[in-house]
């Protein structure tokens, strides 16, 4: 089992940076792969990034590829997601996820999320 906290949301003009966190609880944290999915209102919650269990690979979905940048430290049970160049397009609440997939479906726990406004 493991418990997902997000921390980092919150107001930034477009053209800033935020820094996502996600607390996980659980001793298998670092055998699990990690995911950060967004949902933006009226929309459906899409893929942003993943990275393999030991870090050593990381996937971007191709509207932050360049601007997103997903790390994690096993040692502090934290997964992170840098944000940077910011677009009100980014507007949304996001979600940290554990698990090997990179679809919604697939993974097998999420945390609460954290809201990103990002404005024009």
């Known amino acids: 089992q493991v418990q997902l906290v997000e921390s980092g949301g919150g107001l930034v003009q477009a053209g800033g940076s935020l820094r996502l966190s996600c607390a996980a609880s659980?001793?298998?944290?670092?055998?699990?792969?990690m995911g950060w999915f967004r949902q933006a209102p009226g929309k459906e919650r899409e893929f942003v990034a993943a990275?393999?269990?030991?870090?050593?690979?990381?996937y971007y979905a191709d509207s932050v590829k360049g601007r997103f940048t997903i790390s994690r430290d096993n040692a502090k049970n934290t997964v992170y997601l840098q944000m940077n160049s910011l677009k009100p397009e980014d507007t949304a609440v996001y979600y940290c996820?554990?698990?090997?997939?990179?679809?919604?479906?697939?993974?097998?726990?999420w945390g609460k999320g954290t809201l990103v406004t990002v404005s024009s």
């Open positions: 990275i393999s269990w030991s870090g050593g690979s990381t």
């Open positions: 659980g001793r298998t944290f670092s055998s699990y792969a």
């Open positions: 996820a554990a698990g090997s997939a990179r679809n919604v479906d697939g993974m097998d726990y």
